[in-house]
T-cell receptor
């Protein structure tokens, strides 16, 4: 599968638990972006990473959210102490280069907080 | 003013007609422009990208860019019911893409 992979596809967490979302970029892509889409709303940028570096996290909430893209393995978006307002679809996209180039999206992780 | 603006629709066209989707953006420094299609409950799928003023055609799709007017459009010729989806306009910002809220297209059989 040469596309962007995300898992899990669906994740249910109770309030206060932690959510970990994983993203493996397309082969040959080293730039990863995370977006969040709330129900009936548009896509909002959260964070942009390259291997071992956070390039831009200007869209990330200041608390409870963190992201990493280690040298080996997938990119991880971590949400601590989830609240109901975190329920959304979280999409990962990858790009062969940053900046102006097209981004390809994974299938998303749908997080439900109960 | 929103950074990327689209009419939310729904835009309803009969099968076989041309669907015209429009988008305006506020950042004059934007250099790359993208159209994504998103079916309900699915992820965005890249349809077209355009970097230069003018038209770019790919099959039934034509993207048009006018940087002076800060305007991007997508034309879908011979619209099919399977084209019914939300179309997202995206513009490169400082680091990542800024998306419009999307236009919902309905193609009536």
């Amino acid at each position: 599968n040469a596309g962007v992979m995300q898992n899990p596809r669906h994740l249910v967490r109770r309030r206060g638990q932690e959510a970990r979302l994983r993203c493996s970029p397309m082969k040959g892509h080293s730039h990863v972006y995370w977006y969040r889409q709330l129900p009936e709303e548009g896509l909002k940028f959260m964070v942009y990473l390259q291997k071992e570096n956070i390039i831009d996290e200007s869209g990330m909430p200041k608390e409870r959210f963190s992201a990493e893209f280690p040298k080996e393995g997938p990119s991880i978006l971590r949400i601590q102490q989830v609240v109901r307002g975190d329920s959304a679809a979280y999409f990962c996209a990858s790009s062969p280069q940053g900046g102006l180039y097209e981004q390809y999206f994974g299938p998303g992780t749908r997080l439900t907080v109960t | 003013q929103k950074e990327v603006e689209q009419n939310s629709g729904p835009l309803s066209v009969p099968e076989g007609a041309i669907a015209s989707l429009n988008c305006t953006y506020s950042d004059r420094g934007s250099q790359s422009f993208f159209w994504y299609r998103q079916y309900s409950g699915k992820s965005p799928e890249l349809i077209m990208f355009i970097y230069s003023n003018g038209d770019k055609e790919d099959g039934r799709f034509t993207a048009q860019l006018n940087k002076a007017s800060q305007y991007v459009s997508l034309l879908i010729r011979d619209s099919q019911p399977s084209d019914s989806a939300t179309y997202l306009c995206a513009v490169t910002g400082r680091r990542a893409l800024t998306f419009g809220s999307g236009t919902r297209l309905q193609v009536q059989p």
